[in-house]
């Protein structure tokens, strides 16, 4: 029996907006995300006045709300990135009638710990210090964030027999569809030698180039009910599915093995309540924060077996273009993705399918795309998937 | 917990998240002995130290010493992280940090750096025992080659 999920196609984003992405804005969180919010709003034709929910990552919704002078809200929420929950908990608001339009949004701000010019800014350092908060795992030693996943990469080349060119080709693909986006932040041509000469971060298959690249900026959106959408002037983007996902494996050392990680949870839940399949979808979104969980995405969303994804990626490489056409024709990770648009826990991907079945893309438009896949996370806590589509 | 236990416990690791279900997991620390928390009804090692089973909800949990005995299930070489200037991290050299499946039962992993093995000497399934370092005034897990 197909699960009931009487939302499908009935809320849709209507206005997405961002601000541009930088090694030092020289503005507060806030301001960045008033910015980027004010410019979604403004896109979806609308007003403050219009604005009942706000569902946010971990910025205070109370002070954007307070900055924007949203005088009603009858829903709000924060939540941890990457950033799927935001659009899902707006999705379940709107449809159940909590409210009628949410304002998401997310801001990202380099830290001190990633560059020295950063270290050096006495604002960052003091919202950076904070009191403790718990940690994933106790030990002292912990893969807590960052770690797991170079550590999991590790142990998923070991079973594999995988090669670090596979890693390789998934940055070269952020950075060619990267070099067509202006509003990308690392632009220049990356070729396999240089992603080789990379530093090593955390050895012995993330280099500088597996990793996002961090920016300070913000995206927003607008969500709000299908019927409504249809008297705005954006071509409304609807939702066709959407799910959260995570295992009780919240601790990364104890997850069992990768195909028993959120990713799965997400895809099996999310083609649950999808009228559409892998072979219906026109572009593919999948997270990279590191470069690891976008070639395990490639597994976990059903275009190839398990351990596949290197030979999978050969395959369906256009020599020509340099970057991956899934079958010669799909597209993945238009923007240039978190490695090279800048790091964004996945609001990126989202801004660029928006923008994309909207065919507001600019440089970078892929003509007639109709549905986006998206796989908004990793193996851990607070993954998620989304399947967006036009009519 | 005697109230002077915990005062100790807390003061040799001031920067550390420490709270009543992982306190008996810190003591065991400044003792070496690594202790993990054991069902006793379904006789179940489980960790992080929840306050009660994860598998049978059994309250009956006692922090129990493991061998520490196990093999290499992943690792990283960290060239970054959040020990900068502690003594023993280096993170030019690359700080090998390893996650551990522990003999006592499948699946029940730990993590920890690996001490006396040269970074490229480092391999997946590799048998690892137990091993104590000092650092930041308190001893701290890590391994070595078996
Ligand atoms: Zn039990």
Redesign the interface.
Same mark, same amino acid.
């Given at each position: 029996m197909s699960p009931r999920f009487p939302v499908r196609d009935q809320v849709a984003i209507v206005g997405v907006g961002t601000t541009p992405f930088s090694r030092d804005a020289g503005k507060s969180d806030i301001a960045l995300a008033v910015e980027a919010s004010k410019n979604a709003i403004r896109d979806a034709g609308l007003t403050k006045n219009d604005i009942d929910g706000v569902s946010a990552t971990m910025l205070g919704v109370q002070h954007v709300q307070a900055a924007l002078g949203l005088e009603k809200l009858t829903y709000f929420l924060n939540c941890f990135p990457t950033f799927s929950q935001q659009i899902v908990n707006a999705m379940n608001a709107v449809f159940s009638g909590v409210c009628d339009t949410v304002l998401c949004y997310h801001t990202v701000a380099v830290s001190p710990n990633n560059s020295r010019a950063a270290a050096a800014d006495p604002f960052r350092i003091r919202a950076a210090s904070g009191g403790l908060s718990r940690p994933p795992s106790p030990w002292p030693d912990s893969l807590a964030f960052p770690p797991s996943y170079a550590a999991w990469a590790n142990r998923y080349f070991h079973e594999y027999d995988a090669k670090r060119e596979w890693l390789g080709l998934i940055a070269i693909n952020s950075r060619t569809n990267a070099m067509r986006n202006e509003h990308a932040v690392m632009r220049a041509p990356l070729t396999m030698e240089d992603y080789f000469a990379a530093r090593m971060v955390r050895g012995p298959l993330f280099g500088m180039l597996d990793m996002d690249y961090p920016v300070d900026g913000a995206d927003a959106f607008v969500v709000t009910t299908a019927e409504r959408a249809k008297d705005l002037p954006n071509k409304p983007v609807l939702i066709h599915s959407a799910v959260l996902g995570q295992t009780n494996c919240t601790v990364e050392e104890i997850l069992p093995d990768l195909e028993h990680s959120a990713h799965q949870v997400v895809m099996d839940a999310l083609w649950a309540r999808s009228e559409l399949s892998l072979q219906d979808i026109d572009l593919f979104q999948p997270y990279d924060g590191f470069s690891f969980i976008c070639l395990k995405w490639f597994e976990s969303v059903g275009y190839c077996g398990v351990g596949e994804a290197g030979p999978f990626l050969e395959d369906n490489w256009d020599k020509e273009e340099n970057r991956i056409l899934i079958g010669g024709r799909v597209p993945a990770n238009t923007h240039g993705g978190s490695l090279s648009d800048g790091g964004t826990q996945g609001s990126g991907h989202i801004r660029e399918a928006v923008l994309q079945l909207q065919g507001k893309a600019g440089n970078h438009q892929h003509p007639g795309l109709k549905s986006a896949l998206l796989g908004v996370g990793g193996f851990f806590p607070y993954s998620g998937g989304l399947i967006l589509r036009t009519e | 917990m005697p109230d002077s236990n915990v005062k100790e416990v807390l003061e040799r690791f001031p /920067?550390?998240?420490?709270?009543r279900d /992982?306190f008996a997991?810190?003591e065991g620390f400044l003792e070496k002995r690594m202790l993990i928390n054991r069902c006793q009804d379904c006789q179940k090692y489980f960790? $992080? @130290?929840w306050p009660s089973c $994860?598998n049978c909800w059994s309250e009956n949990v006692e922090p129990t010493e493991v061998s520490g005995n196990g093999v290499v299930?992943?690792?990283?070489?960290?060239? %970054? *992280?959040a020990l900068v200037g502690v003594e023993g991290v280096d993170y030019m050299k =690359?700080y090998p940090?390893l #996650?551990v499946e522990l003999e006592e039962q499948e =699946?029940? +992993? #730990? %993590? *920890? @750096?690996m001490v006396n093995c040269a /970074?490229e000497d480092i391999r997946? =399934?590799m048998p690892v025992r137990l091993n104590w370092i000092e +650092?930041q005034g308190h001893p701290? @897990?890590?391994f070595q080659p078996a």
């Open positions: - | /920067n550390t998240w420490i709270d /992982n997991m810190f960790q $992080p @130290p $994860p299930h992943t690792f990283v070489i960290l060239h %970054t *992280g =690359g940090l #996650v =699946g029940l +992993r #730990v %993590t *920890g @750096p /970074n997946i =399934g +650092r701290v @897990p890590a």
